[in-house]
């Protein structure tokens, strides 16, 4: 199956939670974890302000479909039961030909410990190879990012690369870990 776009209904429903576009009634939930200094150590942005986030959702975060390689879809991710925002997920469509993705997710740390970035993530994997036809997805992580690393490991992703101080990443060298699943493993795994 060749990827041709991707065009979700939303929400989208997993067992807990709501993944949808984000907009900016979200912007003060978005501010109160993509602030944060702690959540932003291992990503690669730096804290937000109330005016980078608002650029973000006219720009970046608007996007609803994927229709091309070198696009992605961020989603809020939102507990159903209760409305609130836990995070947020993203799928990047690297490459056509080669039927590439990758995976991304930042939660707020209120919600840590829940199982919800998991959760969220597999619907990615889903929209990835289910939707998308992708044939292989991959995460990437700074190595002292354990909790990120479980969620990885939970998904059924196998480590295939650690790649040892290979970027200079907010002024120190950074070890990245790679993750990956190809669609076959995804099916397996029914």
């Given amino acids: 199956m060749s990827p ?3 065009r979700p209904t939303y929400p989208i429903t997993t067992e807990r939670l709501l993944l949808r576009p984000l907009t900016q009634a979200d912007a003060e939930a978005l501010l109160a974890y993509r602030s944060r200094p702690d959540v932003c150590r ?10 980078t986030i608002t650029d973000r ?3 970046y975060w608007a996007a609803t479909v994927l229709t091309d390689e070198g696009q992605s879809l961020t989603l809020g991710v939102e507990i159903a ?3 609130q925002l836990a ?11 080669h039927r590439g993705g990758e995976i991304g997710y930042v939660m707020n740390p209120e919600f840590a410990g829940q199982g919800y970035a998991t959760e969220a993530a597999r619907a990615m994997l889903k929209l990835g190879f289910e939707t998308l036809g992708l044939h292989r997805i991959i995460g990437r992580i ?3 990012n354990e909790p990120s690393a479980r969620v990885l490991r939970r998904l059924g992703m196998r480590q295939e690369a650690r790649l040892v101080h290979n970027e200079l990443f907010k002024g120190e060298w950074s070890t990245e870990v790679g993750f990956a699943m190809l669609s076959e493993e995804w099916e397996a795994m029914g």
């Fill in 142 to 144: 700074d190595e002292r």
């Fill in 42 to 51: 291992y990503v690669p942005f730096e804290p937000m302000t109330p005016e």
């Fill in 4 to 6: 041709t776009e991707l």
């Fill in 57 to 59: 959702l006219a720009t």
């Fill in 87 to 97: 995070g947020d997920v993203i799928l990047f469509w690297h490459s056509r030909k």
């Fill in 81 to 83: 039961e209760t409305g």
